[in-house]
């Protein structure tokens, strides 16, 4: 299935979590299954703009955008940050009121199976859409289905929470744990916040995808007598770009260098997927220079 049609499903799971964690809330009065089902209305409104900046992502280059629209999925992924801070900061300040003015929770078994119910279609999810997201490279799924993880580990942690009520008759409990929620939740928004500032960055390509074009580049040095420098690599959502110089002998003839330089290209396509390579032919003996150079002889 393509990325869109996971966040479309994304979407029916939220609205049906929302539906299960607030009548739980309201059969239970518990503020803890309060600030679960508040932030599975975050899931909702983080996978519908993810499903929107996905399928912009997926647009063409046109004369605006002549590099495409892939960086899209890094205004998702800090959308989504900053509503889960908003939605912490939200369960934090209903759990204090809470913690102040200790209320007795009603139904309580029944609130557990309904967090129970929906933690499971969430964690069932999840586990797709990260799946996906690492075959597809794509960030906007991702950054959906570690919210979705959130969610399963903030259900689990209410849910024990009123196991423990109900097995105490501590009703402080339910606000503690709402706390607790609330800090996990503000401490995942930041990471997703993180990620997308390193991402509109143009974050260089990670230690494993590095290494891979370092091996595809050795093996091309020894055989044809070449050398590679000036190596730039950018990530901008699924595709990834590498700018490089490759230097030639210089009695090469044009066709027989751009000939290697294809299969320079093709090699690193197919060791790193949705990978735009750009390389510049330069004699062995040519150093080109660079912005800095120029800064410096001004």
Excluded: C
């Amino acid at each position: 299935m393509h990325a869109r049609t996971y966040l479309k499903l994304s979407v029916a799971t939220a609205l049906v979590t929302i539906a299960l964690k607030t009548a739980a809330w309201w059969w239970t009065g518990s503020v803890s299954l309060a600030a679960d089902a508040l932030e599975s209305l975050v899931n909702l409104a983080g996978a519908v703009f993810a499903l929107a900046m996905v399928t912009l992502a997926a647009q063409p280059p046109d004369e605006e955008h002549p590099y495409g629209h892939h960086k899209a999925e890094y205004f998702s992924s800090g959308f989504e940050g900053i509503l889960i801070i908003a939605a912490g900061l939200g369960i934090l300040w209903g759990a204090v009121d809470r913690w102040r003015h200790p209320e007795p929770l009603q139904a309580i078994g029944l609130g557990v199976t309904l967090a129970v119910v929906s933690s499971t279609l969430n964690g069932l999810m999840a586990w797709a859409m990260l799946r996906k997201a690492r075959e597809v490279r794509s960030v906007a799924l991702e950054g959906d289905a570690r919210h979705l993880i959130t969610d399963v580990w903030t259900s689990a942690g209410v849910v024990a929470g009123l196991i423990g009520v109900m097995a105490t008759g501590w009703h402080w409990l339910d606000p503690l744990l709402a706390m607790v929620v609330a800090l996990n939740i503000l401490r995942e928004g930041v990471h997703l916040l993180r990620e997308s500032s390193n991402g509109l960055m143009d974050r260089a390509l990670d230690d494993d995808d590095q290494a891979r074009v370092q091996a595809v580049l050795d093996g091309f040095r020894e055989p044809h007598g070449l050398r590679f420098d000036h190596i730039a690599t950018r990530v901008a959502g699924q595709r990834h770009f590498i700018d490089l110089h490759m230097h030639l002998p210089a009695n090469w003839t044009l066709a027989r260098s751009a000939a290697l330089r294809a299969e320079v290209e093709q090699a690193l396509m197919q060791a790193i997927p949705h990978l735009h390579a750009s390389i510049q032919l330069l004699p062995m003996d040519v150093e080109p220079r660079t912005l800095d150079d120029q800064e410096t002889t001004k």
